[in-house]
């Protein structure tokens, strides 16, 4: 019965392990396009966990996971965005920028 029940553990490890993975590779991903299209520098090519939890909604229960990144509006100052999935999708992006108004 041991046996089972540490099995069992290394496999919900190891799912864990590469959905994690993919939620990281996917907002990698946002965070680029996101930055590319507000003609914004990603700095660090990378994201950071900060914070990981449960949310439960009508779909179930899923793995909710905030993502720091590091940008810069014209390169000499670095600013903190942030990303939140909710399991393999995207919730929120935020560069923390005031909306930009179209000259008229």
């Known amino acids: 019965m041991s046996h089972l029940l540490i099995?069992?553990?290394?496999?919900?490890?190891g799912w864990f392990w590469l959905d994690s993975l993919r939620a990281r590779e996917i907002a990698i991903g946002l965070c680029q396009a996101a930055c590319?299209?507000?003609d914004l520098q990603w700095l660090d090519q990378t994201v950071a966990?900060?914070?990981l939890g449960l949310t439960w909604r009508s779909e179930g229960v899923r793995l909710r996971r905030?993502?720091?990144f590091d940008f810069?509006?014209?390169?000499?100052?670095?600013r903190r965005g942030y990303i939140v999935m909710r399991g393999l999708n995207l919730e929120e992006l935020s560069f923390g920028l005031p909306d930009r108004v179209a000259d008229a």
């Open 72 to 78: 810069s509006e014209e390169g000499m100052e670095r």
């Open 36 to 38: 590319r299209q507000r």
């Open 49 to 51: 966990l900060r914070r």
């Open 7 to 13: 099995v069992c553990l290394l496999l919900l490890l």
């Open 66 to 68: 905030v993502y720091r």
